[in-house]
T-cell receptor, first 113, second 115 residues
Framework: SAVISQKPSRDICQRGTSLTIQCQVDSQVTMMFWYRQQPGQSLTLIAT?????????ESGFVIDKFPISRPNLTFSTLTVSNMSPEDSSIYLCSAADVYHEQFFGPGTRLTVL | AQSVAQPEDQVNVAEGNPLTVKCTYSVSGNPYLFWYVQYPNRGLQFLLKYITGDNLVKGSYGFEAEFNKSQTSFHLKKPSALVSDSALYFCAVRDRSGGYQKVTFGTGTKLQVIP
């Protein structure tokens, strides 16, 4: 199984600023993903982070708002840009190999004031 | 399109009693099925998966799940519940055909084990 770490674990930010969340996997993985989750609710997929190319975004999510990088097979970042209180959520990084289950990081709890 | 239904928002069970958390799914092809658990303020932890083979799958912490193709169900079970099992449980499905397909998660079921 893959062990995934995320930084920061939580942050409180001001409206209009940006936050970059880092995700590090302890082994090379094929797929990496970013999800958003309201506490106690289900997961919403933001995008698939593609190594060496642009991320694949889900409906309702755009690159200008959520730019994603994936420079190699073990690391990815998600930036939440021009934040508003509606962006307050838990952001989860996930990783998987093609035919295996996904593993999740501990999450980043973001509060936007 | 694929989907997952967890019909119960919350399940309450007494400690020591058997527990069942229900999940039904819909995929166009054959499914990969997963269960995850989430403790408060933590990420999701993988419990078990069905890929192929035996319909009864055993996983972590004494949990098991039974794949029923005719009923398109994948219910999570444990013979004797512990208070420490109290958490949020997610069922997930992925279509096995055509390369990597996105995973669809259910809405989650909160399990409350009463001492």
């Amino acid at each position: 199984s893959a062990v995934i770490s995320q930084k920061p674990s939580r942050d409180i930010c001001q409206r209009g600023t940006s936050l970059t969340i880092q995700c590090q996997v302890d082994s090379q993985v094929t797929m990496m993903f970013w999800y958003r989750q309201q506490p106690g609710q289900s997961l919403t997929l933001i995008a698939t982070a593609n190594q060496g190319s642009e991320a694949t975004y889900e409906s309702g999510f755009v690159i200008d708002k959520f730019p994603i990088s994936r420079p190699n097979l073990t690391f990815s970042t998600l930036t939440v840009s021009n934040m508003s209180p509606e962006d307050s959520s838990i952001y989860l990084c996930s990783a998987a190999d093609v035919y295996h289950e996904q593993f999740f990081g501990p999450g980043t709890r973001l509060t936007v004031l | 399109a694929q989907s997952v239904a967890q019909p119960e928002d919350q399940v309450n069970v007494a400690e020591g009693n058997p527990l069942t958390v229900k999940c039904t799914y819909s995929v166009s092809g054959n499914p990969y099925l997963f269960w995850y658990v989430q403790y408060p303020n933590r990420g999701l932890q993988f419990l078990l998966k069905y890929i192929t083979g035996d319909n009864l799958v055993k996983g972590s912490y004494g949990f098991e799940a039974e794949f029923n193709k005719s009923q398109t169900s994948f219910h999570l079970k444990k013979p004797s519940a512990l208070v420490s099992d109290s958490a949020l449980y997610f069922c997930a499905v992925r279509d096995r055909s055509g390369g990597y397909q996105k995973v669809t998660f259910g809405t989650g079921t909160k399990l409350q084990v009463i001492p």
